[in-house]
DNA sequence: AGCACGCCGACT
DNA sequence: GTCGGCGTGCTC
């Protein structure tokens, strides 16, 4: 009897249990959210499904269930759930420990990681709409409407529904919330909310023949004699019987074939649709990838050199002992095969793997070498591609269709549960880290974090890398694997230094170019080669420099440039906030011959134009690739030789093999390293390095020639002896002594307001309290950063440098968190937004 | 982030 | 008055 009333109770128990959960919603607001789940929805709900909320007045976000529990919360009420969207989580509980993980390192929100990390096609918002209200006739004309209301209601009974613009744009009015209010008042209209149209999956239309037939020799006999005098009908017969012969098995049968297949080659639709109608074939719909290719893929189709297997097999070997190797291959050294490896290696045990690439254009390139060696099995995960594409690779993921995805930066966040390697190639790439909008995550180094929830590997490749790289690799905090040969026969190019300061003198420079470059151009023109010249064009900052001795005005305080401020006739230091007036004669030699160096310009190409009038030019830069494919047209007419001469940017450092091209030239290399940053030299170091690897492959060796007035400094030396360890020798102690990464965190903080009094003052305000909490030397500023005003807000900003040894990074970062809420609660400071931009690069 | 509310100043 | 422009507060 008690196991009896034990088992009512129960029941009765359970039905009245209410379930409460915290969702996820893609909101800048720290925190989650409790809703209540509807009883409908009480046995479905998982952690990781997607769920429809309201959440403010009207508005309707996708949100994910981070949290199920029975507390309903005490100061408010919960709001219902809109709806669940799915049986079967869309993210599993590691992406949600991991975004977790990503919201609290780089200080921003849950809201804002799950924003960045779902596909848009996966998130659906809500858009609000007007309509007329349906039971309205009667008391119509007892109501008195103003102009406006009479011109929204007539538009309103042609249309079923109006969105806030169109009605906007109607009335010539930007607020038309009065109006609406009015009008919902007279209860002539409706509001109502319509969410946006989703993923839709891609579906071919395909025929099969009935299985009727398929199996009875003599029912098709019969459906021939039939068809005897409807020839059309016939073709359509025999055609489909070329493709599907009626001895394939029944599986081919079922699979059909493609509509349009059957169709081409004048077959008239209107026959095949009788056929449907008289139940021979049938119609049928079947979904598709977006992403099958009809590349012919071998498993294999390369050998690895005795370098790359010794490679290969190190990093292996280390891989039982750290978490993250370094593989430090020069150009051209062949690290893709090893990868490729790799990845083959895994995939055969069943696991999943990530190759993490930079957002850049030489994606084309890798993918497609990749989709040669992994054909289908291979996801895609790049910006290019359209939100349908994004949300098919996350449900393949799921599916288990791919196990291998190449994406850039975003694709951490992919539904991922058995990593067992990711790859992150051209680590130093500053492109893995995002900076607007929030959250300004590192994919490099989250991908580690990844890897470790995932008890997977992570293989860090490039030819040149970062400072904080090698150094936990010679820490042995990383593994390293060194390969220090160029595949095959290929040799390294050889560096010419163009001396401005010599030619200048000599007064043989035209322009930008000295006439060591033009010498050595005219000869590769004369022989038909073809030329690449790399203008950076980044650091357009405006610094000093003295013609003579060619010294540039350092800040005391930080080891960078000073730049130039023409309105102030200052120059500044702007990561410390020194300021001095313009010297007249040059500090270090006396000479009146100081200048400042002003900004560069894209008239390399006109330049060239005018000296090599019979060269065919093309520029290569963010202007001339904006569209899809214009990048890809510019490197095919390069590749058939239609361009003598690429002037880029930073594009043609990367990836990019071409035969014929034995010279580069490299500007504005005294600008690179003059850059206010105290990365300029390791940025210096990596874009000539990359960009000198385009010069010659294969037999010829390639040469590159440098312009620049600091001929004969020590980096300039590394540089050209291909030496990267005495590089990061030198450079390791300016970080050192200079309390930088590797050796410190660095979190920058802006401030930003539309009015410059307040920020001014705000940031000082916080600047104080930040030194008073953790010391005067590990907060440098406030200071005005080089852009001063973005889009009228004005900015300030702070860096806070906190050692690494010993310190909670985490506890520091919720005081800089506490402190900026207390200076936002002052009513004086209350319009300041506070960025927090944590591993700032 | 969006959205509504409320206050202020300009213009009819 | 009416309309547009912010600044401010709130979102389960």
Request: aromatic fraction near 10%.
């Amino acid at each position: 009897l008690s196991q009896l009333i034990f088992k009512e109770d129960a029941s009765d128990f359970q039905e009245r249990i209410t379930y409460f959960v915290d969702v996820i919603v893609p909101v800048p607001i720290p925190g989650t959210f409790t809703y209540r789940v509807p009883n409908i929805h009480a046995d479905a709900i998982q952690i990781g499904c997607r769920v429809i909320v309201q959440f403010g007045r009207k508005k309707i976000y996708t949100g994910i269930i981070a949290n199920i529990h029975q507390r309903p919360p005490e100061n408010y009420r919960a709001k219902y759930i809109i709806d669940l969207l799915e049986n079967e989580p869309s993210v599993n509980q590691k992406q949600i420990a991991f975004f977790y993980w990503v919201a609290s390192y780089y200080m921003s929100t849950i809201g804002e990681v799950f924003n960045a990390a779902l596909p848009s096609g996966l998130k659906l918002t809500s858009e609000s709409f007007v309509q007329l209200n349906p039971n309205l006739d009667d008391s119509q004309d007892a109501i008195e409407y103003s102009e406006r209301e009479k011109l929204l209601l007539e538009s309103l009974s042609n249309n079923d529904k109006m969105s806030y613009d169109e009605i906007s744009n109607l009335l010539e009015l930007k607020q038309i919330h009065p109006v609406l209010k009015s009008l919902i008042q007279k209860e002539s209209i409706l509001l109502f909310e319509q969410v946006k149209d989703k993923f839709q999956p891609k579906k071919v239309k395909k025929i099969k023949l009935s299985c009727r037939y398929f199996n009875d020799e003599s029912a098709l006999e019969k459906l021939f004699e039939s068809l005897e005098k409807k020839f059309k009908q016939q073709e359509v017969l025999l055609k489909y019987l070329t493709k599907i012969p009626i001895d394939s098995g029944r599986s081919i049968n079922d699979s059909g074939i493609l509509k349009s297949e059957l169709l081409s080659e004048n077959i008239s639709p209107s026959s095949l649709s009788t056929l449907i109608k008289n139940e021979v074939f049938e119609a049928f719909e079947e979904q598709v990838s977006r992403f099958e290719s009809n590349i012919n893929f071998k498993k294999k189709v390369f050998a690895l050199s005795e370098n790359q297997l010794e490679a290969k097999s190190a990093i292996k070997d280390l891989f039982s002992e750290k978490e993250v190797v370094l593989l430090h291959g020069i150009t051209g050294s062949g690290k893709t095969e090893i990868y490729i490896e790799l990845i083959q290696e895994q995939l055969a045990l069943g696991k999943q793997v990530l190759y993490l690439l930079p957002e850049i254009a030489l994606t084309t390139q890798i993918v497609s070498r990749l989709m040669k060696v992994f054909g289908n099995e291979v996801g895609v995960f790049h910006s290019k591609h359209s939100d349908n594409e994004r949300v098919e690779v996350w449900q393949g993921i799921i599916s288990g269709k791919f196990k291998f995805v190449v994406g850039v930066r975003s694709a951490i966040f992919l539904p991922f549960n058995d990593l067992a390697l990711i790859i992150v190639d051209e680590e130093h790439e500053s492109s893995y880290k995002q900076y607007d909008p929030s959250p300004r995550y590192n994919a490099r180094d989250s991908a580690i974090v990844l890897a470790h929830e995932q008890g997977a590997k992570v293989l860090l490749g490039t030819a040149t890398p970062a400072l904080d790289t090698y150094y936990n690799a010679l820490n042995g905090k990383y593994g390293m694997v060194e390969m220090m040969e160029r595949y095959g026969n290929a040799t390294l190019p050889k560096f010419e230094i163009a001396d401005m300061l010599d030619e200048r003198k000599k007064k043989k420079i035209k322009g930008d170019f000295t006439s060591h470059l033009l010498d050595e151009m005219e000869a590769r023109l004369d022989k038909g080669e073809q030329v690449i010249l790399f203008q950076n064009r980044r650091g357009y900052s405006p610094y000093l420099t003295c013609n003579d001795c060619n010294h540039v005005p350092q800040c005391e305080n930080c080891s960078v440039s000073l730049t130039y401020h023409m309105y102030s006739d200052t120059l500044k230091c702007h990561y410390c906030g020194f300021q001095e007036a313009v010297p007249q004669i040059c500090t270090a030699c006396g000479s009146a011959a100081v200048k400042t160096v002003g900004f560069g310009t894209e008239k390399l190409e006109e330049d060239i134009k005018l000296i090599f009038p019979q060269a065919k030019t093309q520029r290569m830069d963010q202007d001339t690739t904006r569209s899809k494919y214009s990048y890809q047209s510019i490197i095919d007419r390069f590749e058939k030789g239609e361009t003598d001469v690429l002037i880029g940017t930073q594009m043609v450092s990367k990836g990019l093999d071409f035969d014929k091209v034995t010279l580069v030239g490299v500007f504005d290399f005294d600008r690179m390293i003059h850059f206010p940053d105290f990365r300029s030299h390791e940025r210096a170091f990596q874009l000539v390095t990359q960009v000198s690897g385009r010069a010659g492959r294969k037999n010829n060796q390639g040469k590159v020639v440098i312009q620049t007035a600091s001929a004969g400094t020590p980096l300039l030396n590394n540089i050209i002896s291909h030496d990267y360890l005495s590089f990061y020798q030198s450079e390791i102690i300016e970080r050192e002594s200079f309390h930088y990464p590797p050796f410190y965190r660095l979190i920058k903080i802006i401030l930003k307001s539309k009015d410059k009094d307040v920020v001014e003052s705000a940031s000082i305000q916080y600047g104080k309290t930040l030194k008073a909490e953790f010391g005067e030397q590990r907060i440098l500023g406030p200071q005005e950063p080089m852009i001063s005003r973005i889009r009228n807000a004005y900015l300030r900003e702070l860096f806070v440098k906190i050692e690494k040894s010993d310190v909670d990074i985490s506890k520091v970062k919720k005081l800089l968190l506490d402190k900026s809420n207390q200076l936002t609660k002052d009513a004086k400071y209350k319009s300041v937004r506070v960025i927090f931009d944590v591993d700032p690069l």
